[in-house]
């Protein structure tokens, strides 16, 4: 048996950058220990002395970076892969994306998702456990709805890993005759929301036909169903990680201070706006909430099961207590029960027949 443990997004500067606490406590430390192998998407660059995508930055999304020591926290974490498929990992530009390469490299962190071309970016991180292999692939949603404004390789230019149908498909089916199990890591999805969309779930159907058996997602900044048959497991999007709050400087830039501030000065938002001066930017209580999937992969079976994790004020993961994790629980719990008996489309439908119903009457009573 193999274990896989996966989490979902990894942002590891912002506040943390100056703080000399552990990142996760060792509650959350011993749940990442119990696996063969731990994997997460690094979404975003590292760099010292950035120089932004002028690109991004003109358009709808926002840059984010990390500085160059801030992989400790990946070394703390003990994370063995990461995905480099997403929409903020190009946001230094291909300078800044080749630099925390040669950063990942140096430090032994494993990497898939993103290279020079094409090619590069489509090659899986293989690993061997007790005579069995598992293949570490990676792609990044290509539809601007949904990730905005994101590099993408070509076949001669650097980028990451497009989620397009046809090269999904060939690229998993070449790793599923070659190597035992195939794992993929998905940026994909819309924003801020715990339903998965129409073509998340085609997409998600796809891999596992081509002859994924683990799909383990994020972008959304949001938990999501996790739905296993015991022979493939999908988690939709396993929200936030390790994304702690950060200053953003205008008009909506990662900032990393020389000098101490006075934090009680500073405006704050928890939105994405483009600011007039250096802002903090905090995080809603959902966008706090993570999860941690434990896959086991044996034979032809995989059995998961998954803990709810929450950033603290001070920027430190731990477990989500059960109190708190009622909702998302229950969020979890019921979406991935529609999803596998194939109830999700009928309950959104009503769901969306409700809502509306709900606005008219609003109007009508106003």
Request: net charge neutral; glycine share 6%; aromatic share 8%.
């Amino acid at each position: 048996m193999i274990r896989i443990v996966g989490v979902g997004d990894i942002m590891p500067g912002g506040l943390l950058n100056v703080s000399r606490k552990p990142c996760a406590n060792d509650d959350v430390l011993h749940l990442l220990m119990d696996g063969d192998v731990r994997c997460g998407t690094l979404e975003c660059a590292l760099g010292n002395e950035p120089t932004y995508d002028e690109a991004k930055v003109a358009d709808r999304g926002n840059v984010i970076y990390a500085m160059n020591d801030d992989i400790r926290r990946l070394k703390e974490l003990h994370i063995d892969i990461v995905s480099l498929a997403n929409n903020h990992f190009y946001d230094l530009g291909p300078n800044g994306a080749a630099h925390t390469i040669e950063l990942l490299d140096k430090e032994n962190i494993l990497h898939c998702g993103a290279g020079r071309n094409l090619e590069e970016a489509g090659r899986p991180v293989v690993m061997e456990f007790g005579g069995k292999t598992v293949a570490f692939l990676a792609f990044c949603d290509t539809d601007y709805n949904n990730v905005y404004y994101c590099t993408y390789a070509t076949a001669d230019s650097p980028g990451v890993n497009p989620m397009t149908c046809d090269y999904v498909e060939a690229e998993i089916k070449k790793c599923a005759a070659l190597y035992d199990f195939v794992v993929v890591i998905a940026h994909w999805g819309r924003e801020h929301t715990f339903y998965p969309n129409v073509t998340t779930r085609k997409m998600s159907e796809l891999m596992l036909k081509a002859g994924a058996c683990l799909v383990l997602g994020g972008h959304p900044h949001r938990v999501q169903p996790i739905v296993n048959t015991g022979k493939t497991c999908v988690a939709y999007s396993m929200g936030n990680f390790l994304f702690p709050e950060r200053l953003i400087a205008p008009p909506k830039v990662t900032y990393y201070a020389d000098d101490d501030i006075d934090y009680d000065t500073l405006p704050v938002t928890d939105e994405y706006p483009i600011v007039d001066r250096v802002t903090l930017k905090t995080l809603p209580f959902w966008a706090r909430v993570g999860m941690i999937v434990t896959a086991d992969l044996d034979g032809c079976r995989v059995s998961s099961r998954y803990h709810l994790t929450y950033l603290e004020k001070d920027n430190t993961v731990t477990m989500l207590d059960k109190e708190r994790g009622k909702e998302a629980n229950r969020i979890v719990s019921k979406l991935s029960w529609l999803l596998k008996y194939r109830l999700y489309r009928p309950y959104m439908l009503a769901r969306r027949i409700l809502i509306s119903v709900r606005r008219r009457m609003s109007r009508i009573l106003q």
